[in-house]
């Protein structure tokens, strides 16, 4: 068994056991029923989940584009490389900044989860890249995606979005044009084998 889909079997046996609840640090996986196409085949980590603001971004929607290309004032993207990703259609004028920081060197403040952090902060971009310049570690989205808490509920209500625990290996996943097959599919096999022998449990997946 490949270790990646250890990996996602892990994310979906845990998720079988409990509901998980949309909340910072998980992930909107959208699903066949999603009516909107600007999130069809999305994956999106949810960075924020607040009763007055929800946002979060598209992990699995790289571009062709070069981060200086799109933000040509920021001569020091230059050193950067890897290719911006689209975060979603709000605000794409703005940067946004996933870092993956293990040994928590970079940042003063808490994890989005785990060892990821997020910042908007151009100078501390600066910094970064002048010592991490490559999207193994550090990804650069415009954009990103938002609702009220009552909106995104609704939608999970639904069936538009399953919510699963978030993992750093699928926030930077070496094809991030796959994940959104690869989760939906071993969710859906999971789902299966669940019904039928766990009726129960199967009850309370999203």
Known sequence: ?????????????????????????TLLVATPEMRDPRFSETVILLLRYESDSVFGVAINRPTWVEPSTAFPNMEFLQRYRGNLYFGGPMDRSNVLVL????????????????DIYLS?????????????????????????????AGQLDREIAAGHWRVIPAHADLVFAQDPLKVWQQVLALGSEISVKLSFREPTIAATIP
């Open 120 to 148: 908007t902060d151009p100078e501390l971009l600066r910094d970064i890249i002048g010592t991490e310049s490559t999207d193994q570690n550090l990804r650069l989205y415009a954009g990103h995606a938002s609702w009220d």
């Open 99 to 114: 870092i993956r920081d293990p040994e928590n060197q970079v940042l003063d403040t808490k994890p989005i989860f785990h």
């Open 1 to 25: 068994m490949k270790p990646y889909y250890i990996l996602l079997l892990s994310i979906f046996s845990a998720t079988a056991a409990l509901a998980q609840a949309p909340t910072e640090g």
